[in-house]
């Protein structure tokens, strides 16, 4: 995924509202007036977000007769899922090594401790 369409992800994203359609749409397809109205908006304002999701490539949607669906793209979501998983498996390495080196100086400290108490006797 280039930078220019991860940032348009995060971007569409970073709206509640289109949070929340996406969390509908993960259910199922709907259409633009089926996904308007729990909110207090038009149908033009959802339309607006679903948009900027179809921009990022989150959203797409089909013709059915009369009807035009919006589907949710997983594939995005795999994608997203990679990039997140890089960073998350090398803050994971940067915490055992981090580990290691408390564990390390605790040690260190018992072995400091246990030598004075037998100075000590």
């Known amino acids: 995924m280039t930078d220019d369409r991860l940032n348009r992800v995060f971007a569409a994203l970073a709206d509640p509202t289109r949070r929340d359609i996406v ?6 397809d709907a259409t633009v007036g ?3 109205e729990p909110y207090d908006v038009s149908t ?6 679903l948009k900027v999701l179809e921009d990022a490539g989150l959203v797409s949607r089909s013709r059915e007769a009369q009807r ?14 990679k990039w997140i998983e890089r960073y998350r498996r090398q803050a994971e390495e940067r915490f055992r090594r981090l580990d290691a080196v408390l ?3 605790d040690d260190d400290s018992d072995n400091e401790e246990n030598q004075q108490r037998g100075a000590a006797s």
């Open 68 to 81: 035009r669906p919006c589907h949710l793209n997983a594939e995005v979501f795999d994608l997203m899922t």
């Open 34 to 36: 089926e996904l308007a």
């Open 44 to 49: 033009q304002a959802v339309s607006k977000h």
């Open 103 to 105: 564990a390390a100086m």
């Open 23 to 28: 969390a509908r749409l993960s259910a199922g």
